[in-house]
């Protein structure tokens, strides 16, 4: 059974940055597909960006730019490095893996942007 933790996650003003953690337990974490989600209140969770076990990346339009994501495999944690954070960011951000180890979600992990 996969399990996700989030963490990293806090209060900083615009134009700051923050680095999400996502640890995975199990052993087919360097074959399966990593992604970032985020969900502000009211509205739907967004996928911010993902990547692949080759490494192939892909990104939501408004983070292009001021948002990474990698993987460390030796560690099993996938990471979104955030830029010139804007208070439209904030919202809960989710770590999510699709593989042959299953669908799963982590508890997420708050970001809030001030003005």
């Known amino acids: 059974q996969v399990q996700l933790v989030e963490s990293g996650g806090g209060l900083v003003q615009a134009g700051g940055s923050l680095r999400l953690s996502c640890a995975a337990s199990g052993r087919t974490f360097s074959v399966d597909e990593m992604r970032w989600y985020r969900q502000a209140p009211g509205k739907e969770r967004d996928l911010v960006a993902r990547?692949?076990?080759?490494?192939?990346?892909t990104y939501r339009d408004s983070v292009k730019g001021r948002f990474t994501i990698y993987r460390e495999n030796t560690k099993n944690t996938v990471y979104l490095q955030m830029n010139a954070l804007k208070p439209e960011d904030t919202a809960v951000y989710y770590c999510r893996s699709m593989g042959i180890g299953g669908d799963h979600w982590g508890q997420g992990t708050q970001v809030t942007v001030s003005s």
């Open positions: 990547i692949s076990p080759a490494n192939s990346i």
